[in-house]
């Protein structure tokens, strides 16, 4: 399944499916950009992180796209668990800035 | 692991009335950050300190005002709360190289303040 950009806020897979979903960020000068997962209730929990000199990172089951040309960061999540439902987050740090500026959240459900 | 540790968890206060949160970060982080967080809503970035001076100022209200401690513990104080101070409110720690350059700000499971 995939999001389109975060206007759409739910996005439900099947387990065993793989899970794209989608970010727009705002800043050009953005140099670092995580993801946050987020449950009900409790604090966002770092999931996977890029510089903004790189296009590509993997983690266990994560991949990060990053697209400077046009502000767009996607997260792949292979094999999509039902553990993995929660709100996703990406959060950009802009250049010179230490704090990060969150993005709209996507709910993902997964499916059993 | 360590990780950042908040108190109280939860709080409720009346109108008008006064609230401190506190945060402890990871052992030798050192830069703190607070955030909010309403209901449905992305956290949204407050006030930070590196070595016990601010570092960045977001949307905190002048009704607020936090510190960081010479332990690197902090706190937000809230004053003359209003209804639409009822959030979540997130500490996050990060240890930052002179550069700047990204490192991973860890969150704390939140401290849940209702104003009633």
């Known amino acids: 399944g995939e999001s389109v950009g975060l206007h759409l806020p739910t996005l439900s897979v099947q387990e065993g499916d793989n899970s794209i979903i989608n970010c727009a960020y705002s800043?050009?000068?953005?140099?670092?950009f995580i993801w946050y997962k987020q449950e009900s209730g409790k604090g966002p929990q770092f999931i996977i992180d890029i510089r903004s000199n790189m296009d590509k990172r993997q983690g266990q089951r994560v991949t990060v796209l990053l697209n400077k040309t046009v502000k767009h960061l996607s997260l792949q999540i292979a094999a999509t668990q039902p553990g993995d439902s929660a709100v996703y987050f990406c959060a950009e740090k802009k250049t010179g800035r230490r704090a990060l500026t969150f993005g709209s959240g996507t709910r993902l459900q997964v499916q059993p | 692991a360590a990780g950042v540790i908040q108190s109280p968890r939860h709080l409720i206060k009346e109108k008008r009335e006064t609230a401190t949160l506190k945060c402890y970060p990871i052992p030798r982080h050192d830069t703190v950050y607070w955030y909010q967080q309403g209901p449905g809503q992305d956290p949204q970035f407050l006030i930070s300190f590196y070595e016990k001076m601010q570092s960045d100022k977001g949307s905190i209200p002048d009704r607020f005002s936090a510190q960081q401690f010479s332990d690197y513990h902090s706190e937000l104080n809230m004053s003359s709360l209003e209804l639409g101070d009822s959030a979540l409110y997130f500490c996050?720690?990060?240890?930052?190289?002179?550069?700047?350059?990204?490192?991973?700000?860890?969150f704390g499971e939140g401290s849940w303040l209702t104003v009633v």
């Open positions: 800043n050009s000068a953005s140099d670092y």
């Open positions: 996050a720690s990060s240890l930052v190289p002179d550069t700047l350059s990204g490192n991973t700000i860890y």
